[in-house]
């Protein structure tokens, strides 16, 4: 007996993020701690952190998305309202 997720064109993903960020992450992670063991710098490893962060996903909309909708709506894009008396 097989089971299919109901989407099988659906993006493969693990936990909260998809597998192509997993790898990122942990390539990241990987070069963040020689950095900081090293060189001690920790910037690499901030940046890895916020990048993961960015990346959550929930309902295939992860929150750098949901960042660029809020610009896009309250800042970048003009907003159109038209008002009208009575009808």
Same mark, same amino acid.
């Given at each position: 007996m097989y089971i $299919?997720?109901?989407n099988l064109r659906a993006k493969p993903m693990l936990w909260l993020w998809e597998l192509r960020d997993i790898g990122i992450l942990g390539v990241g992670l990987i070069l963040s701690? =020689?950095?900081l063991t090293q060189i001690h710098f920790a910037g690499l490893l901030m940046a890895t952190a916020v990048f993961? +962060? =960015?990346t959550i996903r +929930? @309902?295939?909309t992860s929150i750098l998305d949901?960042?660029?909708y809020a610009v896009a709506f309250l800042i970048t894009r003009q907003q $159109? +309202? @038209?008002w009208r008396l009575g009808q």
């Open positions: $299919y997720p109901d701690v =020689l950095a993961a +962060f =960015l +929930f @309902e295939d949901f960042i660029r $159109y +309202f @038209e």
